[in-house]
């Protein structure tokens, strides 16, 4: 059996406002290509498929539409997994509809554990779809408990559930099956592009030895750089499928192709995805900046690349305003999205700076941590990780 892992879609996401319809139609198209040659039968899709709880009429239309230019090829089935950026009740609405399609939604987990089991008789395949696991349906809640016994409860529970998942796949394996875990977590050393990005995933991260014995291949997403954990070739994230940030901009993007035969994994290999348009970033005075960008093309696919910059005039918000919007008048095929001053000491007057970032670039935890950086480590890292779980509950929650 052949077999397309990917994860991270964020299909709907915006880039400082900009919509990424072009991006996800040409990633799209690569899928379908990539489905059509390497004759793939079954898609996985590890999380995070929307970038919002509840995404509009526009994100769920081109999901539907992918889907059923997916089930019209050689892919007989797909696999979709719940992300912690998905809402559960939202994927899982048509699931009725789609299992008929033999596409198989979970997003979230139930009482019954064989609900994770899809079991693939003809082709010997088990895949065990594990979605993003949830504080509220894993962690036993003990009054009073501090952030470390409650990140190790968490983690102790994802850990238990993936355990009695495993002796399913032990079983299936004496039958002649090859088993395949999914996973949408954080673990422990894997390279990101923006911690402060991850929330809840990385309260209870994994090691490499929190992975049991029983799977042949583990197929995870959350984390957007494609990587392998520890060197093992049989745990990988996919990573997403285009760059989310400007931190990822110099991330290369793939998805991977798996092949099963009998009772084993025969092949693991990765297929790189373009980027549909680069993203870059520009630093100098305008002059500098403006001499650059003037050079700069379309990128392969016909789109305007986006641009970063940072600036090292002295200007008053106004007259910063101005230049920035006199420069995008001159422009052809560069568009920029993003703009900062150079830290410096001298700042202009009127300038609208906090701590090196403009106004509109500040996060909730840029201002809740300045709050409490007079307080000592211990309680600092306690109330950072129950407002990181806060921000968890208010845009994850049904």
């Known amino acids: 059996m052949k077999i397309l892992h990917t994860s991270d879609w964020h299909i709907g996401h915006k880039l400082y406002g900009h919509e990424r319809d072009e991006e996800f139609e040409i990633f799209a198209e690569k899928v379908l290509e990539i489905i059509k040659t390497e004759?793939?039968?079954?898609?996985?899709?590890?999380?995070?498929?929307?970038?919002?709880?509840?995404?509009?009429?526009?994100?769920?239309?081109y999901y539907y539409k992918l889907l059923t230019s997916i089930v019209r090829t050689s892919c007989k089935y797909v696999v979709i997994v719940g992300g912690n950026h998905d809402s559960s009740s939202t994927l899982e609405a048509?699931?009725?509809?789609?299992?008929?399609?033999n596409i198989k939604v979970i997003g979230n987990i139930t009482d019954q554990l064989e609900d994770e089991i899809i079991v693939y008789e003809n082709e010997k395949t088990?895949?065990?779809?594990?979605?993003?696991?949830?504080?509220?349906?894993?962690?036993?809640?003990?009054?009073?408990?501090?952030?470390?016994?409650?990140?190790?409860?968490?983690?102790?529970?994802i850990r238990t559930h993936y355990e009695q998942l495993a002796e399913k796949a032990k079983e299936l394996k004496t039958k002649g099956f090859c088993t395949i875990a999914t996973g949408h977590l954080y673990v422990n050393g894997m390279q990101i592009a923006d911690e402060r990005e991850i929330h809840i995933g990385n309260l209870a991260s994994f090691s490499?030895?929190?992975?049991?014995d029983g799977f042949d291949y583990w197929a995870l997403g959350h984390i957007h750089k494609p990587q392998m954990i520890s060197d093992c070739e049989h745990?990988?994230?996919?990573?997403?499928?285009?760059?989310l940030s400007f931190s990822e901009k110099n991330d290369p993007k793939s998805v991977i192709v798996l092949e099963t035969k009998e009772d084993k994994l025969v092949e693991i290999r990765k297929i790189a995805i373009p980027h549909p348009r680069r993203?870059?970033?520009?630093?100098?005075?305008?002059?500098e900046i403006r001499n650059n960008l003037m050079t700069q093309k379309l990128s392969d696919?016909?789109?305007?690349?986006?641009?970063?910059?940072e600036i090292s005039d002295i200007y008053s918000d106004i007259e910063l305003m101005q230049q920035i919007n006199k420069l995008k008048e001159e422009l052809l095929n560069v568009e920029i999205l993003k703009y900062q001053r150079i830290k410096t000491n001298e700042l202009a007057p009127n300038?609208?700076?906090?701590?090196?970032?403009?106004?509109?670039?500040i996060k909730e935890i840029d201002i809740f941590e300045r709050k409490i950086s007079n307080l000592p480590e211990q309680e600092k890292e306690e109330l950072l990780m129950t407002f990181k779980e806060l921000q968890d509950l208010h845009y994850h929650t049904e």
């Open 94 to 101: 048509p699931k009725e509809i789609l299992k008929y399609l």
């Open 301 to 309: 696919f016909g789109l305007r690349n986006w641009v970063e910059l």
């Open 126 to 157: 088990a895949i065990f779809a594990v979605p993003f696991l949830r504080n509220k349906d894993i962690r036993e809640t003990i009054s009073g408990a501090n952030s470390q016994e409650r990140a190790t409860m968490l983690r102790q529970g």
């Open 279 to 287: 993203l870059m970033f520009c630093s100098g005075n305008m002059l």
């Open 235 to 243: 745990i990988r994230y996919s990573g997403s499928p285009i760059p």
């Open 208 to 212: 490499r030895e929190d992975f049991p």
């Open 351 to 361: 300038s609208s700076v906090w701590e090196g970032k403009m106004l509109n670039e």
């Open 39 to 61: 004759n793939i039968e079954l898609l996985l899709i590890c999380g995070d498929i929307f970038d919002v709880a509840f995404p509009s009429n526009t994100s769920l239309a």
